[in-house]
């Protein structure tokens, strides 16, 4: 059980933001070895996105590979990581597109022996939100 004081240890949250900032250069350089290295390598692992519905790192893969990387660069705002104990934390960001587009993601990271992983990915677009409600929003890399 997880208690008050266990929320957001410092040495954890370090970490997490870490491998949250190196995911997302990977994915900013389309480094498709490095992206597969941030997902936990188990049929259990999901990532819902615009208009797939992942399941499994097979899936991941096979979407990353065949995939339109002409959309990727994005300005991350209001990203916030949240740890839970020492094994366990949450990732969560908007970001606007050079279109200015806004969406939004949200990531579950666990610690295994080989380090951080993502086991569940969420991307969307909110077709609502404009750039200009996010802008006193602080950016988080």
Not at 30 to 58: C, H, K, V
Request: charged content about 25%; overall charge negative; proline content about 1%.
């Amino acid at each position: 059980m997880i208690t008050l004081d266990q929320i957001n240890l410092a040495h954890i949250k370090v970490e997490v933001e870490a491998a949250f900032e190196a995911y997302e250069t990977a994915l900013m350089k389309n480094d498709l070895t490095m992206l597969d290295q941030f997902f936990w390598p188990s049929y259990l692992t999901t990532r819902f996105g615009l208009a797939e519905n992942l399941y499994g790192i097979e899936a991941i893969r096979a979407f990353r590979e065949a995939r339109d990387t002409g959309t990727l660069k994005r300005t991350l705002i209001n990203s916030r990581i949240t740890t839970y104990g020492e094994d366990f934390a949450t990732a969560t960001t908007e970001f606007v597109r050079d279109d200015q587009s806004v969406g939004r993601q949200s990531q579950a990271w666990v610690r295994f022996l080989g380090g951080w992983r993502i086991v569940s990915a969420h991307i969307s677009m909110n077709e609502e939100c404009s750039s200009s409600s996010s802008e006193s929003s602080n950016r988080n890399a």
